[in-house]
């Protein structure tokens, strides 16, 4: 079984020491194994879903999610994350990166002061950096990383020209898309995929885990 498994939209689920870890948790359908860890990047519906993580965690599943969102989850060992920071859980080490819109036209979708996160996971001795909700920022720039798991979808975060300049920006084995099929549906996703494969060094595509079956 992969280390990431990939269950659609921004969702994630990655393993490491006997933990399962999962990001951004949304639709789960098949994918509802028992969550050890769940980090959430921001508060937004399709990445804090109260209703998905119920039916992964329990009272010893540790959460963590950004400052403003705390009271928000009522299950779980909830902990408050802010950016630039590090944390372990159960065995497992990962520090936070900010995530926020710089581009105009969508400020106002993901605000630098909020103070909401992507996260950098250490998996099997190698590092995921899962991006959230986000533009190309200048904390990206000389980011070193495994694998870069980076939204492409355009409207709400970096459309798939600018993820491919954030990936060509840092240090990475492996570039991966993703928050881009509900936004852009089957042809545009492809269109997508394939622009990103073509701009973006040492890119491939993570095959899901389950069908994305909604839209914006």
Known sequence: MDVIEWIGHASFIFRTNGQVIYVDPFRLTTA????????????????????????????NTEIFIPED??????????????????YASNGVNFNTVPAYNNVKERLDKHPKKNGWVGYIVEVEGKKIYHAGDTDFIDEMKGLKADTALLPIGGTY???????????????????????????????????AEKKFLQRARNSSIIKQIQEESFSF
Request: proline share 5%; hydrophobic share 45%.
């Open 32 to 59: 509802v194994e028992h969550a050890d860890i769940i980090l959430i990047t921001h508060p937004h519906f399709d990445h804090m879903s109260v209703d998905d993580i119920k039916k992964i965690a329990d009272e």
């Open 69 to 86: 969102s705390v009271s928000k989850i009522p299950i779980g060992k909830v902990r408050a994350v802010k950016p630039n920071s590090k």
């Open 157 to 191: 975060t970096m459309d798939v020209e600018q993820a491919s300049d954030a990936a060509n920006a840092m240090e990475l084995n492996r570039a991966v898309p993703m928050h881009y099929k509900a936004l852009l549906g089957k042809e545009g996703a492809a269109v």
